[in-house]
């Protein structure tokens, strides 16, 4: 479960200009197994608030909980630890290591973890089978499609099992058919149990996810969720609602 | 985090084997800075030995430089200067005086530096002895019973000397009125050296009364001699200093900028990494080791090539070969890992500790 309360986050402008406002009270919760589509246009905050769910940036006001766990209440190692074990990134570049093999790429989250040899090398080929780009394991990011790098970041996000995928615009630089494989592997992940979401300015796959949520200048407009369009207040009702019942 | 740490230095091998290139050079130029001012203290304690308890009477418009260089000009000291100096009050301080006539002159070819000196020599029917230094005797082809002529006076030689006295390998030895013939400089002698016992004055006074009683020369004592490189030592020790702290300064500029362009070429990398989930902590010590193994790898290169850039120097400065500084080995390694490591952690945490997702925003 992903709760997040009234968050806010504010930079400071440069050159000491007015103060930008990227998150603007911002509550919802998204359940396990959930895919969730964040929309809006560019500079309504939805990279924010993927960064703030994974514990990437904190934010100015506010909360953000992965299970019972308040994410900003940590320490910065054990931030870092959460960050490593709980959640999984993918990149709309990709930003893979362009000098390792992708079986490398994939595997270097489960060292990180801590894993042994063996085990982490074992995982991430498992992991590049199930995504179908096994064969492509001792090649390196530059000799493979887009989509294929894509899929070497998904297999890098999960490898370590997280419970929170989080994918900012996963599908930005792939074309049509490689972004409904991209999107037939999330929706896969979510039917697994883990929590996927997903920033994404293409309609078409916002239109083809079961939640979408959608911001402009930092608020949240419409979450498909509460079935109706609501701003915070209507949000914050709902939470407040749900937190009652459990 | 092996896996990290070796492929990302293949893939920047180059920018690694420069600095420690850079690393190498400044290194071997301390080593061989540091071999010939070694060298050169080594030379002092040398001819203090060798001087020991005696004392050198040179003219006075001897360039003492140029006497040690074995390069003699056509200064001379009176062939009465002996008997002057045993008549005078410096006389019953010494026990001995050796007169010498040096000279250069060229024996089948081949340079050759003449001493004649007081020494009892055989009378020979068919020249004049001479002994002469091995090295002298390979250029020359001269062996013990081959004759030879020098300035129209032939020369018989009695011995070939391996270890001639004052190392003068590529010397002719002779008796001082034949090499006075020989040279064309009859009655000539360019020095003197003393010997005895100093006990009921000091050696300065000694030196004093000596060029009293001969008037024209120089007296060169030990402790002078000492005293004068002394100063030249001094010099060269207070320049070690600023030399070593340039040359370690200049190591960890070189690192420090190398370490900053890569981190800012790799932001990217740098903040996918921290996304990820690495600690600051491990990638600052990833680069900081690489950091000191560029500066330990450039301070052995540093050592195999200051033996040949220390030898360089020595021949075209010292005439000789240098001995290294084994001592200064470890210390070395030590300094300039440490050095290139210090340098690495300023921009490797900044970078390290900067916020992902504007590092991942801005690259």
């Known amino acids: ?246 | 985090m092996w896996l990290l740490f070796l492929k990302g230095m293949r893939s920047r091998l180059w920018e690694l084997v420069l600095a420690a290139v850079v690393v190498a050079l400044v290194v071997a130029a301390l080593i061989a800075q540091r071999a010939v001012s070694s060298s050169a203290e080594k030379s002092v304690h040398d001819l203090a030995h060798r001087l020991g308890r005696n004392m050198l009477v040179l003219p006075a418009a001897a360039d003492v430089g140029a006497f040690y260089a074995h390069r003699y000009g056509p200064e001379a000291l009176p062939a009465d200067a002996p008997a002057t100096l045993r008549a005078s009050p410096a006389g019953e301080h010494i026990q001995a005086i050796e007169a010498r006539l040096y000279g250069n002159a060229t024996i089948s070819g081949a340079p050759a530096l003449v001493v004649g000196q007081d020494y009892q020599w055989p009378k020979l029917p068919e020249g004049e002895p001479a002994v002469i230094g091995a090295e002298l005797a390979r250029r020359t082809g001269l062996k013990p019973g081959a004759s030879f002529e020098l300035g129209g006076v032939s020369f018989r030689v009695l011995d070939v000397s391996p270890s001639p006295p004052d190392g003068l390998d590529t010397g002719v030895f002779m008796p001082v009125a034949a090499a006075q013939r020989a040279l064309g400089r009859p009655g000539a002698l360019t020095a003197l050296r003393l010997g005895g016992c100093w006990c009921r004055i000091d050696v300065a006074t000694l030196g004093r009364e000596v060029e009293k009683a001969l008037p024209g020369a120089k007296s060169i004592t030990v402790a002078g001699m000492v005293q004068a490189q002394q100063g030249s030592l001094d010099t060269m020790r207070r320049y070690a200093t600023v030399v070593n702290v340039s040359g370690f300064g200049i190591i960890a500029a070189v690192v420090g900028i190398l370490t900053a362009s890569r981190v800012r070429r790799r932001a990217r990398e740098l903040g996918l990494l921290v996304a990820i989930g690495a600690s600051p902590a491990l990638l600052t010590g990833l680069w900081v080791v690489e950091a000191a193994l560029v500066g330990a790898l450039g301070a052995i290169g540093g050592w195999l090539g200051a033996g040949p850039l220390a030898n360089q120097v020595a021949a075209r400065l010292l005439g000789g070969t240098l001995e290294l500084p084994l001592d200064m080995l470890v210390p070395h390694l030590l300094l300039a890992a440490g050095v290139c490591a210090a340098a690495a952690l300023i921009p490797s945490s900044w970078a390290a500790t900067r916020d992902p997702t504007v590092v991942l925003r801005e690259s």
């Open chain 1, 1 to 246: 479960m992903i709760r997040i309360e009234n968050v806010s986050k504010t930079y400071p402008a440069p050159g000491g200009g007015e103060e930008v406002h990227a998150l603007r009270e911002v509550s919802l919760q998204i359940r396990p197994g959930e895919l969730v589509a964040v929309i809006g246009p560019s500079g309504s905050g939805k990279s924010t608030l993927l960064h703030a769910i994974g514990g990437m940036s904190a934010p100015t006001a506010g909360q953000v909980f992965l299970g019972e766990t308040d994410v900003y209440d940590l320490g910065v190692q054990a931030r870092t630890e959460l960050r490593l074990k709980e959640v999984g990134y993918v990149f709309q570049t990709f930003n893979l290591v362009p000098y390792l093999t992708c079986l490398e790429n994939v595997v270097l989250p489960a060292y990180l973890a801590g894993a042994p040899r063996k085990d982490a090398r074992a995982r991430a080929l498992a992991t590049l089978e199930r995504l179908g780009i096994a064969a492509r394991r001792a090649h390196r990011p530059g000799e493979l499609s887009v989509g294929e790098r894509q899929r070497v970041g998904i297999a890098r996000a999960i490898v370590n099992g997280p419970r929170v995928l989080l994918a900012d615009e996963p599908t930005g630089n792939l074309d049509p058919a490689s972004a409904d494989e991209v999107m037939a592997i999330l929706r896969e992940l979510a039917a697994g149990g883990q929590t996927v979401v997903m920033v994404t300015h293409d309609p078409r796959l916002a239109a083809a996810t079961p939640r979408t949520i959608k911001l402009a200048a930092g608020r949240l407009v419409e979450d498909t969720a509460a079935g109706v369009a609501g701003g915070p207040a209507t949000t914050a009702a709902r939470v407040a609602a749900e937190r009652s019942l459990s």
